[in-house]
């Protein structure tokens, strides 16, 4: 598995738009055989800023699968409005130093 992580700056006046192009984006994530998770997660300390998570299942995959398919096509048509706003993109592999707790419902 290879996470890849994207960071953005997006202007305030600009944020719902981002939100909404990457809502619209995911259907393709979704439909992906590479793409096994994602999430879009903006900053507390600095809104604005925004770090994109998506775990394929493998950077080969990736670059050679995704970005090559029709669906990736679709999915930046809907994005690349803020292709200028990207801060930093690379792909992490993930270390033996890893947990999950479940979390308790508060039901």
């Not at 993109?89 to 270390?95: I, K, L, P, W």
């Amino acid at each position: 598995m290879t996470i890849e992580y994207i960071r953005y700056k997006v202007g305030v006046d600009q944020r719902e738009n981002f939100v909404q192009a990457y809502r619209s984006a995911s259907a393709q994530l979704d439909d992906s055989e590479y793409c096994t998770a994602y999430e879009l997660s903006e900053c507390e300390e600095e809104p604005g800023q925004y770090m994109l998570r998506i775990e394929w299942t493998s950077t080969q995959d990736h670059l050679e699968g995704f970005r090559k398919s029709p669906g990736f096509r679709t999915f930046y048509g809907h994005i690349k409005a803020f292709f200028s706003n990207i801060q930093e993109m690379r792909h992490y592999q993930v270390t033996e130093v890893v947990s999950r707790k479940k979390v308790k419902s508060q039901n």
